[in-house]
Structure formats: structure tokens, C-alpha cells
């Protein structure tokens, strides 16, 4: 069974602070991951994607790829109310097959 | 550009009825999967149609089945309707299908099984 692991927090981080989301996967052969943020009665939105062992930075956020750990994580810089979600890391493993973690709740208070 | 389109946004149903849900993907993209969220199993994929083949299926019985036309749009079906298939049903596309290309979502169905 191809698993994805998140932490269902709820993660709470204040203002300003920086939120570290983590998860972990099973399957070693695909490499392909994503993040999504979703809000609470809406669809999943794309934040972030990587495949290559690393970071990678897009404005605030930054992803990061550890494969020898098989561990996926996701920073928010200078996070802000209005990131408050439902984070979901998900794993490419086939033919556009996403196995979805269960998501983590990030909380930021004003 | 467009998004992914989804419709109906809302169904209501009774218990063997059957239901059919559409998706247009985003234009140029040729990929469309399905995706079934409920709050117990989180997101849980269904089905990937590409240039009008499903090329990979999840673990979900045979009242569950979809296809996709030339024009790339998709339509999932499920028959004999059970009271457990209440749930928010996605649909997403990608450009080109390749592993690598991330997938773009609709709003959803909500599906309410009576």
C-alpha cells in the first residue's frame, strides 16, 4: 500500500512566524510531489511542486525534497491569517494517479 | 485562461439512483482525473482519462466508471447510488499527463446521497 503521511495538527504558528508542514511517503518510485492549500468548503488549490532532491522557493513558500529520508516539507515565511488551511502533500505515482496525505491545519493568529 | 469547469456545483439523490457528473478541463490540457473527497478517507483518486483512454483506475467498485470525449471534456457516472458515496467529487486536469505535470482542480460536485 502506497502511503503518504501528514500530521493533522492543528498546526498553530502566529503572525509573522514561519510554519514548517512535513510529510513522509512509502513509495520510492515516484518522485514526483505537490502541495495544495485548501480552504474549508473549497477545492484543492496548487501551491508548490518539486521533484528534484533539494529545496525550491516560490515567493514565501518553500518546498523541500529529502529522498534518501522519503520526507516532503513545506515552509511558509512571514505566514499570515489568511493562510490559514488545510495543507495537503500528495505523491505522483503513476499515470497521474495523486496519493493524498489526510492534510495538516494550519492556524496563524493575528 | 479558463479554469476547470465542474457541473453540477451541488446534487442531491436518493439511495439506486444514478448520477452523472461532467468536467471540462482547462483548455489545451489533455489529462483529467477524478477524485473522491469525503471526511472520513480524505481525497481518494478514482479514475485518469487520457486522449479518451483510462490509462488508471482506483480502488473503487465497478458502479463507479467515467470516460472522456474527443474534445478532452469528462463524464463520470455512478449507478445503484449508496448512502456512503455522499461526497465532494473533483475533477482535475493536467497539460500533458506525464508524471511530472501537476494537476489543476475544479470546484467539485457535492454529492448528497438521501
Known amino acids: 500500500q502506497k502511503e503518504v503521511e501528514q500530521n493533522s495538527g492543528p498546526l498553530s504558528v502566529p503572525e509573522g512566524a514561519i510554519a514548517s508542514l512535513n510529510c513522509t511517503y512509502s513509495d520510492r518510485g515516484s518522485q514526483s510531489f505537490f502541495w495544495y492549500r485548501q480552504y474549508s468548503g473549497k477545492s484543492p488549490e496548487l501551491i508548490m511542486f518539486i521533484y528534484s532532491n533539494g529545496d525550491k522557493e516560490d515567493g514565501r513558500f518553500t518546498a523541500q525534497l529529502n529522498k534518501a529520508s522519503q520526507y516532503v516539507s513545506l515552509l511558509i515565511r512571514d505566514s499570515q491569517p489568511s493562510d490559514s488551511a488545510t495543507y495537503l502533500c500528495?505523491?505522483?505515482?503513476?499515470?497521474?494517479?495523486?496519493?493524498f496525505g489526510t492534510g495538516t491545519r494550519l492556524l496563524v493568529s493575528p | 485562461k479558463a479554469g476547470v469547469t465542474q457541473t453540477p456545483r451541488y446534487l442531491i439523490k436518493t439511495r439506486g439512483q444514478q448520477v452523472t457528473l461532467s468536467c471540462s478541463p482547462i483548455?489545451?490540457?489533455?489529462?483529467v482525473s477524478w477524485y473522491q473527497q469525503t471526511p472520513g478517507q480524505g481525497l481518494q483518486f478514482l479514475f485518469e482519462y487520457f486522449s479518451e483512454t483510462q490509462r488508471n483506475k482506483g480502488n473503487f467498485p465497478g458502479r463507479f466508471s467515467g470516460r472522456q470525449f474527443s474534445n478532452s471534456r469528462s463524464e463520470m457516472n455512478v449507478s445503484t447510488l449508496e448512502l456512503g458515496d455522499s461526497a465532494l467529487y473533483l475533477c482535475?486536469?493536467?497539460?500533458?499527463?506525464?508524471?511530472?505535470?501537476?494537476?489543476?482542480f475544479g470546484d467539485g460536485t457535492r454529492l448528497s446521497i438521501l
Open positions: 500528495a505523491q505522483n505515482t503513476g499515470f497521474q494517479k495523486l496519493v
Open positions: 483548455s489545451g490540457h489533455r489529462s
Open positions: 482535475a486536469s493536467s497539460s500533458t499527463g506525464e508524471g511530472n505535470q501537476p494537476q489543476h
